[in-house]
């Protein structure tokens, strides 16, 4: 069973770049065929997917988040991050980290509310 674990500061001034860890357990973020994310959730709309990380180390982005967003790993530490530059109130949500395992599972973090406000 895989479980995921967002971390990382509630609180970001604007402009700033926004970062947030995912942590790993029960499973490798190397193991193959898996895939791993970040969506987000701002107050009162829908879910945005922001990016992904395959377990090749191949990333993947939202185009319209593509200039902001940066997706790494530390396989060391079974973690994967997320940096968003240039943060605006806007970028304000609960961010998610998830990923999908062979053939079509999904697991979700709890979530971590990030507000962006000076």
């Known amino acids: 069973q895989v479980q995921l674990q967002e971390s990382g500061p509630g609180l970001v001034k604007p402009s700033q770049t926004l970062s947030l860890t995912c942590t790993i357990s029960g499973e490798s973020i190397t193991s193959n065929y898996y895939y791993w994310s970040w969506i987000r959730q701002p107050p009162r709309k829908g879910l945005e997917w922001m990016g992904a990380?395959?377990?090749?180390?191949?990333?993947y982005y939202s185009p319209s988040l593509k200039s902001r967003t940066s997706i790494s790993w530390d396989t060391y530490k079974n973690q994967f991050t997320l940096q968003l530059s240039s943060v605006t109130p806007e970028d304000t949500a609960v961010y998610y980290c998830?990923?999908?395992?062979?053939?079509?599972?999904?697991?979700w973090g709890k979530g971590t509310l990030v507000t962006v406000s000076s």
């Open positions: 998830a990923s999908r395992a062979p053939p079509n599972t999904d697991y």
């Open positions: 990380l395959a377990y090749s180390g191949s990333t």
